[in-house]
């Protein structure tokens, strides 16, 4: 069980732990005259003290009422005579000769006893009168005073005994999550058909624009999205508060919760399976009723034919490792110390890029990472020979095919890189212009004939394998690369290599 810790006053509570509310509403001033209005719900909210009086208040105020009223019309019509009458004098109510008599004949009337001693008589019509509103009256004051006891007896907050709640709260992991849990239980074996739990959290706040909210309420969820709050109710339950960055506890630790001041308020709602009426049961959780690190003990058991509770152990927890630290910190450290995030996530449901086993230059060369790199990070972080390669293709005069480009339209843009790709087949061979002297990049041909050269020499550099990832990719339009060679500054046929000059012979 919770201890307060040593120095702290105990705090007001807003809710008690019987499901009490802790409010008093004073300096009602007019506003008095509404209970009068609902007279009938204002004797049932009474306490059975207060019940009990007014019902024998009532019943014998009007009893000592009705029987005066019966000694009045005796008395005026000379019924109630010291001296006597003759055997032919006919009374209004026969053998009623003092007040004691007639407060007998009300009671036989009233009760419908009927000893046969004293009646009413024909020649008394003020007294059949008063008989008529007699039994009108008592019937309206028995119904109200009668149903205002049964309503109270049958009323479900005695149903509420019989629903347990744990005495503390605890803060533990479960599942991997940081979760704020307590116990309920049910200790009749009827059911609660439809029970449903509910939490609030009471704290005061200020908002930023400076109101201060006194005991502000805020919900706490405990599985409304996942349907964990409906609760079948047999057997003990532990109910779950996930602590993340929606719940108001995302900043709470083990030490700012010894300084903190809150209460959470417990609801739960039923309706009994006897009886087909509401009920509520409540109870609260402040501050010093929190477990840091603790978990409930074990309840249920299996014995011979049946599981078994044993409610002796439903209050115990037992402590376990917990981080000391919040949600919120927990989640800082990990942005902290986590790496850089990479230039490129794989989707799983994605075809990988090339085939499996291929280098890291094989990867840079295929179709799939260029198209990846140019759509996220731009052409400026392509490979330094795909780099030359685009330089060098813009160079070169209009006359060049490259799979359909627009007139005007960069070939190497976003939407084109696949199309350059595509309309370089059967382009054997390329030199591109290097800081020093001439670099040679051999292209595999696409279409995957033999003969084909699958390496790149470079002056200087280590071979370059492309990657077979290009050999897929269909080709519906042109395969031939005509470049025109005259003009200034531009290589002559002499200059071509030789699988090119033959090719342009064969065209």
């Not at 046969?116 to 019937?139: A, N, V």
């Not at 058909?193 to 959290?201: E, G, H, P, T, Y």
């Not at 109101?211 to 109910?239: K, R």
């Amino acid at each position: 069980m919770g201890v307060p810790a040593p120095g702290r006053r105990k705090r007001q509570r807003f809710v008690e732990k019987n499901g009490r509310c802790n409010v008093q509403h004073g300096n009602l001033g007019g506003e008095t005259s509404r209970y009068l209005s609902d007279l009938f719900t204002t004797l049932v909210d009474l306490k059975w003290r207060w019940n009990l009086l007014i019902f024998i208040l009532t019943y014998t105020i009007a009893w000592l009422v009705m029987a005066s009223m019966w000694w009045i019309i005796g008395y005026i019509r000379g019924d109630i005579s010291p001296h006597g009458h003759d055997q032919s004098y006919t009374p209004c109510v026969a053998n009623v000769y003092n007040f004691p008599s007639a407060f007998l004949f009300f009671i036989e009337t009233e009760a419908t006893i009927g000893y046969g001693h004293r009646y009413i008589t024909e020649k008394c019509p003020e007294g059949i009168i008063l008989f008529l509103f007699q039994s009108l009256l008592g019937s309206i004051v028995d119904a109200f005073l009668i149903g205002c006891m049964f309503i109270k007896m049958s009323q479900p907050k005695k149903r509420a005994e019989t629903l347990m709640f744990s005495q503390d709260a605890v803060i533990s992991l479960r599942d991997g999550k940081l979760c704020l849990m307590f116990r309920v239980g049910n200790l009749r074996n009827s059911h609660m058909v439809s029970a449903q739990i509910r939490c609030k959290l009471i704290k005061s706040r200020q908002t930023p624009e400076g109101e201060f909210l006194p005991l502000d309420q805020c919900e706490l969820d405990v599985g409304f999205g996942t349907g964990a709050d409906q609760l079948f109710l047999v057997s003990p339950l532990t109910i779950c508060h996930e602590i993340n960055p929606k719940s108001p506890f995302f900043d709470l630790s083990q030490r700012s919760l010894l300084n903190e001041e809150f209460e959470i308020v417990v609801i739960l709602e039923g309706i009994v399976e006897t009886t087909g009426m509401t009920c509520q049961a409540r109870t609260s959780y402040t501050e010093d009723e929190v477990l840091w690190g603790h978990r409930f003990l074990p309840v249920m058991s299996l014995e011979d034919g049946f599981f078994r509770v044993d409610y002796s152990q439903f209050h115990n927890t037992f402590e376990v490792n917990t981080p000391p630290y919040s949600i919120k910190d927990h989640e800082e450290k990990i942005s902290q110390t986590s790496p850089n995030p990479p230039l490129a996530v794989l989707n799983s449901a994605s075809p990988p890029l090339g085939n499996v086993g291929q280098s890291r230059k094989d990867r840079m060369l295929s179709v799939d990472f260029v198209d990846c790199v140019g759509e996220d990070y731009g052409m400026g972080k392509r490979p330094s020979k795909l780099q030359r390669m685009s330089s060098c293709m813009e160079d070169l005069p209009r006359g060049v095919k490259t799979g359909g480009t627009l007139p005007g339209e960069n070939p190497f843009s976003r939407g084109n890189q696949g199309e350059w790709l595509l309309g370089v087949q059967g382009l054997d061979s390329i030199t591109v212009p290097g800081g020093q002297g001439e670099e040679k990049l051999q292209l595999k041909t696409l279409d995957g004939g033999p003969g084909t050269k699958e390496t790149m020499p470079v002056e200087g550099q280590e071979q370059l394998r492309l990657s077979p990832a290009l050999n897929p990719i269909p080709a519906s339009f042109p395969t031939t690369v005509r470049i025109p060679l005259p003009g200034v500054g531009r290589r002559t046929e002499d200059n071509l290599p030789a699988k090119l000059r033959r090719m342009n012979a064969d065209r």
